[in-house]
Structures are given as C-alpha cells and as structure tokens.
C-alpha cells in the first residue's frame, strides 16, 4: 500500500532497533517477547512522542510559527519533549502543566526548564479546561505579533497519529527483513494516539498482527471512546481508504493500580525483575503498568507459548527518576527516613 505522508522532518533517531527478550519469556513460561525500543529514539527527545512531533513541528515551521504551545501533567514526556524539539529548531514553547511545582524541579520537568520552556502551572480543576487556556495563550502572543502552534493533550490527534501509522510501515520493513511475523502488539493507552496510529498502520500496511492497548489511566472503555475518536478523525482528515470495526480496537483494562503515575509495589517489584533479567528499564508511569499487565494476562493464559508479542517500549525513563532509592527497595538512611511509601508496603506479598 502507497500512503502519502503528510510533511514531516526527520527528529528521531529511526528505525527503532527491534530486541528478543528470551530470558523475560522463559521466565514468565509464556509467549516470544520481542520489543520495539522507541525509548531509543532519541535521549531528551526518548520515547513515541517524537513520532508525532515529526508531523507537528514541521506543520508549525510551515505556517510560520515561532512557538509551540502544548499542556500535560507536571511529568509530562510528551511535554518534555515538545520542549526540547522547540529549542532544538529555534521556537519558543509554552507548556500548561497539571499540579504544583515543588522546588527543585526534578527529571521531565528539569528539563522543559533547561531547554527554556515557558511553564504555567494549573489545577486539577483549571486543567479540564487546558485547551482552552492554550488557546487562550496562543492569542495573547499573536497580539504582541508572535504565531503558536497548540498541539492537543499527548499530541493525539489526526496528525499526530501519522507517527504510529509510519512506525508501522517501518515495524513491517524490519519483521521482513528479519523473516518473522508477530501475533500481538502491546502498547500502552495514555491519551490514545499511539494506539490509533498503530491500529491505522496494521491495516493501512496489511500487518497480520491483533494490536492491544493497556490503559494506565481511567477505564478501558473511557480509552475504547477516545481512541475510535481519533480513529474516525483521522481516517476523515486523510480520506483513508480503510474500516475500522469496533472489534478492532482492544483495550485491556484493570492495570490502573493506585492511579495515574501511582505505583503499587508489584509494579515496582516487576520493573526490578525485568531490568535485571534483560537490563531493560521500564518507566513507572506507562511502559512498567503496561508489561506488568501483560505478564499478568499470560499468567491468566491470555496468550500462549505459540504466540509472538512485539511490546512497543514508548519511553518514559525520567518518569524513573522521580522515584526514591526506596520505592525500589534499595535501603539507605536518608531514603527511609524520607520515604514511608516502602515502610507502608513492606509487608505485602510481591506477586509475578
Ligand atoms: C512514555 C509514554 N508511553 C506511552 C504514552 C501513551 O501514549 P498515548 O498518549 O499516545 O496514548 C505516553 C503518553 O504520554 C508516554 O509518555
């Protein structure tokens, strides 16, 4: 299938190299782990945002703009990273980040500073209405003369979607070339382009592969809804020539835990297991929940040892360094006496 991309320029470091996780597969007695390390796609820029950001910043260059306005929660990767591809091309950003800045900036939040992002802080409350406010903002710098480009919440919408869909006609070049075919791909659901882009790209390219999403906030079907929106968007937008069936969009719920970004000690535990059987990091927020579901749904006998899974690893590592020695088990004075979190779970059992 011939598809037209919409412009874009080149900011990650493509194609993505494609790992086997024999070790983690013989542990978990399950299926072939392959994973797609998009956290590899750049260092500050790590992680599938920039897939999306490659059609943005170039829609922004093209339209004359001079900063990129964008919001998320106060660790946002797909800020951070709409920070840094803004310095690294010569705009300024602006980012409307949920929560409080307790001083020192710390991991994502460090960096949208570094590279001199501009950063408004608002409520739970105000951040319902962030679009608004980014709005809001764009206009008062075009009446001093400037032009903004605001890119939605994780930069999931028609355009940004084109990433996965392109990630995908690059996944198809390398499973040829390496002579394999995969059964499932896993991806985590944060604000849904990733997944939409992924489902878009298996049909648009022919992939014979289910895609599945484990959501890391809020409910599955909240997820399914967004997700068919940005489908249905984009297939308009772009006049594809495809059907997306409702049976296409699988979202595999339950993986929440404590909530957004919140950890529960088994995910911890499993981050730990997986970085020393592989020397894989996984992220808290969203690659760490989204494998830990997965290993769960083998367990549940979801998946067999004849299938092949490609995890995407999307990124996310600075998530990691807003932890504590301790969350990880890893005792030391001041980390106890700084961190009742572990004390709190210490005498719970750690499953998987
Ligand atoms: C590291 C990481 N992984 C996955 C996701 C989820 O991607 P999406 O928002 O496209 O669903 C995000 C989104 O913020 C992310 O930062």
Do not use: W
Request: charged share 25%.
């Amino acid at each position: 299938m011939v598809f037209e991309f919409p412009p874009h320029i080149p900011l990650a470091h493509l194609p993505t190299p494609i790992e086997l996780l024999d070790r983690l597969s013989r542990k978990l007695s399950g299926p072939k782990l392959l994973v797609k390390r998009d956290d590899l796609s750049g260092t500050p820029l790590t992680g599938n945002k920039i897939r999306k950001l490659e059609f943005f910043a170039k829609a922004a260059l093209d339209t004359g703009c001079d900063t990129l306005i964008t919001c998320g929660a106060i660790q946002s990767n797909h800020a951070r990273a709409t920070a840094v591809v803004a310095a690294k091309l010569g705009l300024n950003s602006y980012l409307v980040l949920r929560g409080e800045a307790g001083p020192p900036a710390e991991s994502n939040l460090l960096l949208d500073q570094l590279v001199g992002a501009e950063v408004e802080f608002v409520t739970h409350a105000q951040y319902f209405k962030a679009l608004d406010i980014m709005h809001h903002r764009a206009q008062g710098l075009a009446q001093k003369g400037r032009k903004a480009y605001v890119i939605p919440e994780g930069g999931s919408n028609a355009l940004g979607c084109m990433g996965y869909i392109k990630a995908v006609r690059e996944l198809k070049a390398q499973l040829e070339a390496m002579g394999r075919k995969i059964d499932y791909i896993v991806s985590p659901v944060g604000s849904g382009g990733t997944l939409a882009g992924l489902i878009l790209g298996v049909k648009l390219f022919g992939l014979e592969s289910r895609v599945i999403g484990i959501n890391v906030s809020s409910t599955a079907e909240h997820h399914t809804k967004r997700v068919r929106r940005i489908l249905d968007d984009t297939i308009q937008q772009f006049k594809l020539d495809i059907e997306i069936d409702q049976s296409d969009i699988e979202i595999i719920g339950g993986y929440v835990g404590l909530g957004y970004a919140k950890s529960r000690l088994e995910e911890i535990e499993f981050i730990k297991m997986v970085a020393q059987t592989e020397g894989l990091i996984l992220d808290p927020v969203y690659t760490g929940k989204t494998m830990y579901g997965l290993a769960d749904q083998i367990k549940q006998g979801r998946f067999g040892r004849e299938h092949s899974i490609l995890f995407v690893h999307t990124g996310g590592i600075f998530g990691l360094f807003t932890r504590s020695l301790s969350d990880f088990g890893v005792r030391s004075e001041a980390s106890e006496k700084y961190s009742p979190f572990f004390r709190s779970f210490e005498e719970n059992s750690m499953s998987i």
